[in-house]
């Protein structure tokens, strides 16, 4: 195990483990709720860092990948009645799938093009869910809770426990794939994808790998959230999401192993605060704009906070946090 | 069967007025990209905030439309102005992707603005056409749809004189062309930006004007908006004539779509055929119809 070199590292591995396994004892269940969100979001977000951060294709319609991972696996399990775990598999699968099919025009372009291929997949499978009978519309459908042999995740607890579970595997198979052969051909694409080939990385090969693996990830995150939330309507999956899954990546630090955690903990826990205490107190304040204008306040500081963090710091949050390990591994003689 | 010529005349000028629109928000986007070879994403929502805008003059401030619109053209080219000078200067030469991700985050702050401001659904703006029909056969149609044809072909008029012999335009062209020589010559290139994007805006906020006061204004103009990267994939990136050409080819297809096979597929295909169609360019010709082939070399 290279990722761990020192005692410091396991040392702080097991504490960190532990108080993630242990959180469910100190937290509420409305912060259990938030962390379970956070932990599919950054399910998905790690996908997106593998496709992009790290192989450099460029995808806005995260939202619709997490979109067909979701409802395959509300089809799966409440149509065909299949137990919960072949539901995730699945989902991960066609997600997979149909992020290969939308990824087969990276082959010939990049860059905006790209962008814009993802733009137009999103709006694709977006109609497709809201027209097709089986996903019941722009009424939705109801999900049963998560089952795995008869034990159903019911009670916030639990649910965090599979989630976080599984967040923690995917993470540390991020985390590996980018030290393997898999990893260096993605990173060898993003960097100069004519030289890669010249080298004899098959382009065509991994850029569809990595598609497939970032949408596997938004599938899981996806078919987590159709479980967790146990409703799902259209309107969960909007263009903006697919945005704020980009603007996640970037603010975290595209291309580090560590940047998705701290971009989803930073947007959302954002989202918390101007939720809970900026919304409800400019409200309360500005009588003289129209009700309901503080909903759009959270999608102005995204915005802002995307734009800012890409002018003042573009390589993110985890730049800084390597900059205070490099300080505090030189302390006290950082010269 | 017989075949509903009325029907089929209906659907033409639809399409075509809708696709002339579609058009001129796509010339919004090549502007910016030949002149600084960014791609702005947050189209849909400039086009958006400017019907509002226009709304907000027209309907609720009740300005007569020969004060209201030239207002509206100030507001957007200071939009412009402020989007270029303080999220996208100080990005140039950065890697495609922040300059992507940035009008993608300058997109996303517009539609919270948008809430802010006009927490409404939907509106519509006053009349600003006539609305009496015309009948050409057994085809009625609306004449608001012929106005935005021909207002369509006056802008377009004017951007084609405008980058012919003005200075400012000539300047466009050339920093487009190549931006060192034109630094070397003394042009100032940051203000070609500048006004690239003031120049966007104002046809981004015609487009939109136009749209609206044949539709009403919703949150679906910024889709809108989005359908018009169609336009701009089928035409080619760096091309005027393709935007004008393929605008109206995505027009009739989205409305022959509509009308024809709505009642073969689902409801909605509508609003797809857009996003089809780049899929479909995406595979068979990347660079569009006019578009210039990039041969890229290590």
Redesign the interface.
């Known amino acids: 195990m290279a990722i761990l070199r020192t005692r410091t590292h396991w040392g702080l591995l097991i504490a960190i483990l532990v108080i993630l396994f242990t959180t469910p004892l100190y937290l509420g269940n409305y912060w259990l709720g938030v962390f379970n969100f956070i932990g599919i979001t950054l399910i998905a977000a790690t996908g997106l860092n593998i496709l992009t951060g790290y192989c450099g294709q460029l995808s806005i319609g995260h939202a619709g990948f997490i979109a067909v991972g979701a409802y395959t696996s509300a089809i799966l399990t409440t149509r065909f009645e299949m137990p919960f775990l072949v539901g995730l598999l699945c989902a991960g699968l066609m997600a997979g799938i149909i992020g290969i099919i939308f990824g087969l025009p990276s082959i010939r372009v990049k860059g905006f093009y790209l962008a814009i291929t993802t733009i137009a997949a999103q709006f694709i499978i977006m109609w497709v869910i809201n027209q097709w009978g089986w996903t019941g519309g722009q009424l939705g459908m109801t999900v049963p809770f998560a089952s795995i042999g008869g034990y159903v995740f019911r009670s916030g607890p639990s649910q965090f426990y599979l989630i976080i579970g599984i967040t923690v595997l995917c993470v540390f198979f991020a985390k590996n794939l980018v030290r393997t052969k898999v990893g260096r051909a993605f990173i060898a694409i993003r960097d100069n994808d004519l030289a890669a080939e010249v080298m004899g990385v098959n382009l065509t090969y991994y850029k569809l790998l990595a598609f497939f693996i970032g949408c596997f990830f938004a599938g899981i995150a996806g078919s987590l959230f159709a479980h967790w939330n146990i409703t799902l309507t259209p309107e969960q999956f909007s263009f903006t999401d697919s945005i704020l899954y980009v603007g996640i990546i970037i603010i975290g630090g595209l291309g580090t192993s560590v940047g998705p955690i701290f971009g989803v903990l930073f947007i959302r826990l954002l989202k918390e605060i101007l939720t809970i205490n900026v919304v409800p107190f400019l409200e309360d304040k500005l009588t003289m704009f129209p009700s309901g204008f503080a909903s759009g306040v959270t999608p102005m500081m995204f915005g802002l906070v995307i734009v800012l963090f890409l002018i003042l710091e573009p390589r993110g949050l985890a730049h800084r946090w390597n900059l205070f390990k490099a300080s505090y591994r030189l302390w006290p003689f950082s010269y | 069967m017989d075949f509903n010529w009325g029907e089929f005349l209906q659907f033409t000028i639809t399409g075509l007025s809708v696709g002339m629109v579609y058009a001129l928000i796509a010339l919004g986007f090549a502007l910016i990209w030949k002149a600084s070879s960014v791609?702005n994403?947050a189209l849909g929502q400039i086009v958006l905030i400017s019907s509002w805008f226009t709304y907000s003059m027209l309907a609720q401030a009740g300005l007569p439309a020969y004060i209201g619109l030239p207002i509206v053209a100030i507001f957007a080219l200071f939009l412009g102005w402020v989007i270029e000078r303080f999220?996208l200067r100080?990005?140039i030469a950065?890697p495609?992707?922040?300059l992507?991700?940035?009008t993608?985050?300058?997109?996303?702050?517009?539609?919270?603005?948008?809430?802010?401001?006009w927490?409404?659904s939907t509106a519509a703006l006053p009349d600003l056409f006539p609305k009496e029909v015309i009948h050409i056969g057994s085809a009625v149609i609306s004449q608001e749809y012929v106005w935005v044809i021909g207002i369509c072909l006056l802008v377009f008029l004017a951007l084609t004189m405008f980058f012919r012999y003005h200075r400012m335009g000539i300047a466009m062209r050339a920093t487009a062309d190549d931006q060192m020589a034109v630094q070397a010559c003394g042009i100032p290139v940051t203000r070609v930006f500048s006004t690239s994007w003031m120049f966007a805006c104002v046809v981004a906020a015609i487009g939109g004007v136009l749209i609206s006061s044949i539709g009403s204004i919703s949150h679906g103009l910024?889709?809108t908006g989005?359908k018009a990267?169609?336009v701009?994939?089928l035409g080619g990136?760096d091309s005027f004539i393709g935007a004008i050409v393929a605008g109206p080819i995505i027009g009739l297809a989205e409305t022959y779509g509509g009308g024809y096979l709505t009642e073969h597929l689902?409801?909605?295909v509508r609003?797809?055929i857009p996003?089809?169609i780049?899929?479909i360019v995406?595979?068979i010709k990347?660079y569009g119809l006019f578009g210039e082939e990039r041969i890229?070399?290590?």
Request: no cysteine; hydrophobic share 65%.
């Open positions: 791609a994403l999220a100080p990005l950065q495609i992707l922040s992507i991700a940035v993608l985050g300058i997109g996303y702050f517009l539609e919270g603005l948008i809430t802010f401001i927490p409404l910024v889709e989005l990267f169609s701009v994939i990136l689902w409801a909605g609003d797809v996003f089809v780049i899929i995406m595979v990347p890229e070399r290590i």
